[in-house]
């Protein structure tokens, strides 16, 4: 069974950072186009980022730009997302996504393989 690990998640300050990472023994992250999305509470889950296969080719949601980075390390076969900056409305439940496609893919339904989620609380 495909499985994709995220990790990093958990409980910070308004203007704090935090670091989640996305591994998998199964999948190569080169060869799929990698999301992450969150879901809040009574929200649907909407897209985040997403790092595009075989290519520096990146995309970030309107909400995060300038404050969430994401990366692929080819050789860790591990996609990060470097969030700075949190904001209360950044809290929920992410989720690390892979689709086979060249391109980004912004409905969670075209995902082929998820990983369990890692809770992000952003609050004073």
């Known amino acids: 069974q495909v499985q994709l690990v995220e990790s990093g998640g958990g409980l910070v300050q308004p203007g704090g950072s935090l670091r989640l990472s996305c591994t998998s023994t199964?999948?190569?992250?080169?060869?799929?186009?990698t999301a992450w999305f969150r879901q809040a509470p009574g929200k649907e889950r909407e897209i985040v980022a997403a790092?595009?296969?075989?290519?520096?080719?990146?995309y970030y949601a309107d909400s995060v730009k300038g404050r969430f980075t994401i990366s692929r390390d080819n050789a860790k076969n591990t996609v990060t997302l470097q969030m700075d900056n949190l904001k209360t409305d950044d809290t929920g439940i992410y989720y690390c996504?892979?689709?086979?496609?060249?391109?980004?893919?912004?409905?969670?339904?075209?995902?082929?393989?998820w990983g369990q989620g890692t809770q992000v609380t952003v609050s004073s």
């Open positions: 199964e999948v190569r992250f080169i060869s799929y186009t």
């Open positions: 996504g892979v689709v086979a496609r060249g391109i980004v893919i912004r409905t969670p339904q075209e995902y082929r393989y």
């Open positions: 790092a595009v296969r075989t290519s520096s080719n990146k």
